[in-house]
């Protein structure tokens, strides 16, 4: 699977959009963008997902460039139960690849979010 | 919505002994997927089953061992136990091994003294 970049840590005031970035350089054309967040030690919460197009959810946005070398997750209005550890990760979906599945997760990207 | 279930939330054991975690997937999900986080770190993958059968593998020790069974439970045993099994284990669960998004559980913390 590809290797995902993420900034280690962001600040984002309550009630304004908070964008994350990712940069997958490496990824191929079978390879989807998930996005998890985990909560200090919960189980990691599934955000969102896509492979070219961008995609909308009750929780978040999820933009893809063009090039699909990176992606950023948008919560439109954070709130202080955003604050979490949110992971960039790159899946193939298909059979043949090396992963059947598994998620890798990297560093992640800090998100605390102020009053 | 139903989510998936581990037992027990939490663990204490002693060196040298065994310890087993459970899993219960969401149901009709047929894929388990076993996690390992240790203090300060980020998950990793352990090992998964689809349809009862592992399915992967990763940086699983020799001394764990897991298996899913008919109703698509998992069970994930551990021996010898060591101070650095000390962690929280995740399992998630997903509608078949590749093509569906996984959901995670709350995880077990397990602490060896």
């Known amino acids: 699977d590809a290797k995902t970049t993420q900034p280690p840590s962001m600040d984002c005031a309550e009630g304004r959009a908070a964008n994350l970035p990712c940069n997958h350089s490496?990824?191929?054309?079978?390879?989807?963008v998930y996005w998890y967040r985990q909560i200090h030690s919960q189980g990691p919460q599934y955000i969102i997902h896509?492979?070219?197009n961008n995609e909308t959810n009750e929780m978040a946005s999820l933009i893809i460039t063009e090039d699909r070398k990176s992606s950023t997750l948008i919560l439109p209005h954070a709130t202080l139960r955003d604050t979490a550890v949110y992971y960039c990760?790159?899946?193939?979906?298909?059979?043949?690849?090396?992963?059947?599945?598994?998620?890798?997760f990297g560093q992640g990207t800090i998100l605390t979010v102020h009053p | 919505a139903a989510g998936v279930i581990q037992s027990p939330r939490h663990l204490i054991k002693e060196k040298r002994e065994t310890a087993t975690l459970k899993c219960y997937p969401i149901?009709?999900?047929?894929?388990v997927y076993w996690y390992q986080q240790g203090p300060g770190q980020d998950p990793q993958f352990l090992i998964s089953?689809?349809?009862?059968?592992?399915?992967d593998k990763g940086s699983i020790p020799d001394r764990f061992s897991a298996q899913q069974f008919s109703d698509y439970h998992s069970e994930l045993n551990m021996s010898s136990l060591e101070l650095g099994d000390s962690a929280l284990y995740f399992c998630?669960?997903?509608?078949?091994?590749?093509?569906?998004?996984?959901?995670f559980g709350p995880g077990t913390r397990l602490l060896v003294l």
């Open positions: 998630a669960s997903s509608l078949g091994r590749l093509q569906e998004t996984q959901y």
């Open positions: 490496t990824i191929s054309g079978n390879e989807y």
């Open positions: 896509g492979l070219k």
């Open positions: 990760i790159v899946r193939s979906r298909n059979a043949g690849g090396t992963s059947y599945g598994k998620l890798t």
């Open positions: 149901p009709r999900h047929d894929t």
């Open positions: 089953f689809y349809e009862k059968m592992q399915s």
